[in-house]
């Protein structure tokens, strides 16, 4: 009886394989799927387009954020998004206001100093 069953199982075990093996002279016959029927574009053959105004907003704000990180940036980037001019910061005008005081020494820099940074 054992004997019998070890035949039975080899059998069916060395002729599963071909219960599922592709037919093919069917698939041949088949139509593909309609996924790949369509013809494919790739995006070399669409001709580029011109950034539309909100990328060219976004751009600017980008350049104009370089140095700036975290919530400060995310601040910076939604006003400048939206259009509204952000606000300098304490920061911001004091190391402006240093620029444009150039070689400026003594009364006359405390002076320049002190409206740049009230304006």
Same mark, same amino acid.
């Given at each position: 009886?054992?004997?019998?069953?070890?035949?039975?199982?080899?059998?069916?075990?060395?002729?599963?394989?071909?219960?599922?093996?592709?037919?093919?002279?069917?698939?041949?016959?088949?139509?593909?799927?309609?996924?790949?029927?369509?013809?494919?574009?790739?995006?070399?053959?669409?001709?580029?387009?011109?950034?539309?105004?909100?990328?060219?907003?976004?751009?600017? $704000?980008?350049?104009?954020?370089?140095?700036?990180?975290?919530?400060?940036?995310?601040?910076?980037?939604?006003?400048?998004?939206?259009?509204?001019?952000?606000?300098?910061?304490?920061?911001?005008?004091?190391?402006? $206001?240093?620029?444009?005081?150039?070689?400026?020494?003594?009364?006359?820099?405390?002076?320049?100093?002190?409206? $740049?940074?009230?304006?």
């Amino acid at each position: 009886m054992n004997r019998l069953a070890a035949v039975a199982l080899a059998g069916a075990l060395a002729f599963a394989p071909a219960a599922f093996a592709q037919d093919k002279s069917k698939a041949a016959t088949t139509p593909a799927p309609a996924a790949t029927a369509a013809p494919a574009t790739t995006a070399a053959a669409e001709p580029k387009k011109a950034p539309n105004a909100q990328q060219e907003r976004m751009k600017m $704000c980008n350049e104009r954020a370089t140095g700036k990180s975290g919530d400060d940036r995310k601040k910076f980037m939604s006003a400048c998004l939206s259009g509204e001019e952000p606000k300098m910061t304490q920061q911001e005008k004091m190391k402006s $206001c240093n620029t444009k005081a150039g070689p400026m020494k003594g009364d006359e820099r405390k002076k320049f100093m002190s409206s $740049c940074l009230s304006a």
